[in-house]
C-alpha cells in the first residue's frame, strides 16, 4: 500500500521535506537509521521527525512517496 506525506499534519510534512532535500535520493534509509539510533532528535525540527515515528512507523516510511 503506498502511503503520502498528506496523512502528515503541516509541522511533519515540513520537516520530513526538509530532511528528504537535504538527504537525497536516500533520504528513507537516512531517516530509519536516525529514528533507530535516536538521531533524530538534534536534527532541526527533529521533534516533528519523532512525532512522524511514534505515530506512523518504520512501515509508514519505507512505504511514503513524497
Same mark, same amino acid.
Given at each position: 500500500?503506498?502511503?503520502?506525506?498528506?496523512? +502528515?499534519?503541516?509541522? &511533519?510534512?515540513? /520537516?520530513? =521535506?526538509?530532511?528528504?532535500? %537535504?538527504? *537525497? #535520493?536516500?533520504?528513507?534509509? /537516512? +531517516?530509519?537509521?536516525?529514528?533507530?539510533? *535516536? #538521531?533524530?532528535?538534534? &536534527?532541526?525540527? *527533529?521533534?516533528? +521527525? #519523532?512525532?512522524?515515528r511514534n &505515530?506512523? *512507523?518504520? %512501515?509508514? +516510511?519505507? /512505504?511514503?512517496? =513524497?
Amino acid at each position: 500500500m503506498t502511503r503520502t506525506i498528506n496523512e +502528515l499534519n503541516a509541522d &511533519q510534512q515540513a /520537516a520530513v =521535506l526538509a530532511y528528504a532535500a %537535504k538527504h *537525497g #535520493r536516500k533520504w528513507k534509509s /537516512a +531517516l530509519a537509521d536516525a529514528w533507530m539510533t *535516536g #538521531r533524530d532528535a538534534s &536534527q532541526p525540527d *527533529g521533534w516533528a +521527525l #519523532r512525532q512522524v515515528r511514534n &505515530q506512523f *512507523g518504520p %512501515k509508514w +516510511l519505507s /512505504a511514503v512517496t =513524497l
